[in-house]
């Protein structure tokens, strides 16, 4: 009986423990300090949260840098002119984000009064690794401070410093890296393999259309329509341009025919393959 | 004393049919130096803006860059450009701001052409606004209003704009007291702003002097 009761009064006394090490646990999911194993949970599910976003892919060619994002279907009663994934942060930088769209916002915001009161004390248009790092820096002090929560938004940045084409991922929490091609949002890993296997640096040089690859891209995990996908180019000395909804059907049509030649083309070599 | 600080540039604008013209005097100088005789001092301030400014060299620019830059910003930020009203009410807006924490002294023409056409606004240093068809500041004005309000017309039409202000100049170079050779000219309509001369023709804007380090010889940083 009394080893009984003992083990119930151990039994009680784990309980309760219990109860305390959950309580400091949501402590640390609240707000953005290390948990025991060494994470940021706060910071871990803002990136959860850019994985639901709709995806945007970067493409750095020689002379040419594109943008291209997986358009979110609008609903019937909203103009769709105004839900904007790439913007101008300035006449030679433009940004596309995944993730939380009030979040970039305001971090597009800031990111425009950098660039201008760079120019202002440089006297020079900002360089896209100095205006990622910004970005990152802001998204980093959330993550550092109390009482903030990160921004759920990661961003691309494309631009040109001095003749030569940049792309920059800054993930939200506060990291950037510069990248040949990069893929964002909730198709990112499809894109991102896609891309392994099919980026080349020399695709202009190889006269093969930066535009045509992201189209490509972005057609692994966007239900196939044109209507579904927005492009921008940007080339040296010249600001951001959206490429056409016409234009990119008469990509996507001629990929389709790319593919569907691809297929005959398999099912004729396994036809051949058979034994006899 | 602050005053005669602004008075030794001369900034000159007429509005036309479907244009706004300035001009202003290319050299910096004070007191007694010249510093220089290639100063140009209408700054653009976005695709379809003007403002010329005068004054001390610092303020100058630094007013001029910092409404440039924030016009930009506005720009960029929601893509359509401000109006011509809306810059000058920006511009002059801070200008009263600073005026007794610490003031600029800038006395400045703001040109621009938007949906509702040219529009010239005369600002001075003590952030008096209102919009003009013609207007003149510093010791220029006292020789240049007259010749404008004589021979300035309603809707005038580019090459009228032109000897109006050619008529200007002349006045300016017979009877002022203070040299003033070479003007930059500037002009804003629907497409755009561009430098001319004084027969109306586009002049690729001025080249900033480069030093190059291989050159060592005087005569060669001079060209």
Redesign the interface.
Known sequence: NQSELDRQREREREREREREREGSMSYDRAITVFSPDGHLFQVEYALEAVRKGTTAVGIQGSKTLVLGVEKKSTAKLQEPRTQRKIV???GHVALAFAGLSADARVLV?KA??Q???Y??TVEDPIPIEVISRYISKVQQSSTIRGGKRPYGVASLLVGFEAGEPRLYKVDPSGTYSQWKASSIGRGSKTCLEFLEKNYASDIEEKDEDPVKLAVKTLLEVVEAGASNIEIAVMRDGEPMQIVSDEEIAAHVEVINKEKEEEKKRKKLSSVSSWPN | KRRRLTMADILLGVTGKDYVLLAADRSAARSIIVFKNDEDKILELDSHKLMATSGPQGDRTNFG??IQ??L??YN??NSVPLSTHGAANFARRELAEALRRSPWQVNSLIAGFDKKGPSLYYMDYMASMHKVDKAAHGYGAYFTLSVMDRYCVKDMSLEEGLSVLKKCIHELQTRFLLKCNSFILKVVDKDGTRIIDMDGNTVEPPKPKTFNKSDDSDSKADE
Do not use: G
């Open positions: 101008a942060l300035d915001h425009r009064i660039c201008q009161s120019r202002l | 860059e910092y830059r924030n930009q910003l960029l930020a």
